[in-house]
């Protein structure tokens, strides 16, 4: 299995979106979680980087991500809103928050 070293969160209220990649670009698990298992989810992952879209959890994911030693960066709305997808795709927004994170 490739190790996952970058990851886009999209939070939300109650699903999430995981967008992970590996170093190469990779991608290695794309997935929505209930918040509820979104801690269980990141502790079971060696320390990656995650980045999550600014808003007003945004801070408080941030400190329990950092808990379990993921590097984490909060990114303004702004820097994400480019690579949304539009409505009527299937793609998550994480994806392009993935790719975002790493410039």
């Known amino acids: ?8 969160l999209d939070i939300a209220k109650s699903v ?3 967008h992970g990649v590996d170093a190469g670009g990779q991608v290695i698990v794309r997935r ?19 980045g999550i879209e600014a808003c007003g959890s945004a801070h408080h994911w941030s400190r329990e991500l950092q808990a379990f030693g993921h ?9 994400v809103k480019p690579y949304g997808a539009p409505r009527r795709r299937v793609l998550p927004v994480e994806e392009g928050s993935t790719q975002r994170v790493v410039d």
């Open 71 to 79: 590097t984490v960066r909060l990114m303004p709305p702004a820097y």
């Open 16 to 18: 999430f979106q995981v």
């Open 32 to 50: 929505q979680l209930k918040r509820r298992y979104v801690l269980t989810f990141f502790q079971k992952l060696p320390p990656c980087l995650v």
């Open 1 to 8: 299995m490739q190790t996952i070293t970058t990851i886009g």
